[in-house]
């Protein structure tokens, strides 16, 4: 029995509460979702809306069975096809490629190589240290400089490799259209039709591959028709040809631009990571010169140092003009110190990089 003067319990506010609480737990389970969706890489985002997709296909099948309603049932049914339409596309999507790991990679490398070089300026410093303690210091940041390189190598290593693999998948994709795929299959029957019309390679020559040269800058299909027809009978250029507008057709496929430009892209951050990885060798690899020279060590350690950061230099500019003659951007010489420079390059001139690493393309 309620006291005297309790009020009544209020159903509407319980209904509130229980709403607010379903809010709220539901507020949570978002947030949940939300970080663990930001932990994902682009590929397992990309696949868990793949799984929530078959997930609603395989809800709306089984509404659709359930339903008795025929008009229902049908809308059912179309909705359940066009989300498995969905998932083909979204299949064949290429996700975006998270460009911002190269740079982190690299700023740790650069922290770890501004702490290393560093302590070598300051081992360098005539400070009245004993000489012995200074040559064992320096090729422990020698050392440390090489462990360094290498994690940096696989973990730029590892993400190119998934980059790349994403381009080759979104690039041999067939995302053509239903509309397309019927013109391609006009271009077959004419093919078949052209070879027929010819019996010898002469004419073929004369007669198809003139025409496949004419309509290549008209109507690309009316030219790869031509084109085919005169490879079948071993035409002279026409199966170079036929490659040509095949290659250049499939590059106006949707996704495949992207796909290249994804390509190009890591491409570009492996031979920036290169010409970085070498000039920084050879900048330490100075400063580490630099100590051995003022505590007087001559050992054969040092030697090999000199040549690997001699050799580094000479990489580091090599890659350097490698880049600029595949981009197009005029030549910087990279950063590699003084000790490490080298007065004249010779293209072509052979060299051993000792920051060259077997992961990297």
């Known amino acids: 029995m309620n006291s005297l003067g309790a009020p009544p319990p209020n159903r509407n506010l319980a209904a509130l509460r229980r709403h607010w609480r379903a809010q709220r737990e539901a507020d949570a389970v978002a947030a949940r979702r939300r970080d663990r969706l930001e932990r994902m890489s682009p590929r397992e985002k990309q696949l868990a809306v793949i799984e929530e997709l078959h997930h609603l296909a395989e809800a709306a099948d089984s509404m659709a069975t359930a339903a008795t309603d025929p008009a229902r049932k049908a809308d059912l049914l179309s909705q359940a096809t066009e989300i498995r339409r969905t998932i083909v596309r979204k299949d064949h999507e290429m996700p ?29 410093a005539d400070d009245g240290r004993e000489a012995g303690w200074k040559n064992r210091r320096r ?67 004369n007669r198809l591959m003139g025409e496949a040269q004419r309509l290549r800058s008209i109507d690309f299909r009316q030219a790869l028709s031509y084109a085919q027809a005169a490879a079948t009978h071993g035409a002279m250029g026409a199966a170079n040809l036929a490659a040509e507008l095949e290659r250049d057709y499939r590059a106006t496929w949707p996704g495949h631009p992207e796909a290249a430009e994804l390509a190009a892209s890591v491409e570009r951050e492996v031979s920036g990571w290169v010409v970085e990885r070498a000039a920084t060798f050879a900048r330490a690899g100075g400063l580490a010169l630099e100590v051995a020279r003022r505590t007087g060590d001559n050992s054969g350690d040092v030697g090999r140092l000199t040549s690997e950061t001699v050799s580094a230099s000479i990489a580091a500019k090599h890659s350097a003009y490698a880049a600029s003659l595949a981009s197009g951007e005029p030549y910087q010489a990279p950063d590699t110190g003084t000790l490490g420079a080298h007065p004249t390059i010779e293209v072509g001139s052979p060299y051993r990089d000792p920051t060259a690493s077997t992961t990297l393309r």
Do not use: Y
């Open 139 to 205: 090729a422990e940041m020698t050392a440390d400089m090489d462990t360094a390189r290498q994690t940096a190598d696989r973990e730029l290593a590892k993400w190119a490799t998934a980059a790349d693999r994403e381009a080759t998948k979104a690039g041999n994709a067939d995302t053509r259209s239903p509309e397309d795929c019927m013109k391609d299959l006009a271009v077959e029957m004419r093919t078949t039709r052209l070879a027929a019309s010819c019996t010898t390679q002469a004419e073929a020559t």
């Open 96 to 124: 975006a490629t998270d460009f911002t790991t190269p740079a982190t990679i690299r700023a740790a490398f650069a922290a770890k190589v501004l702490t290393i070089t560093s302590e070598l300026a300051a081992l360098a």
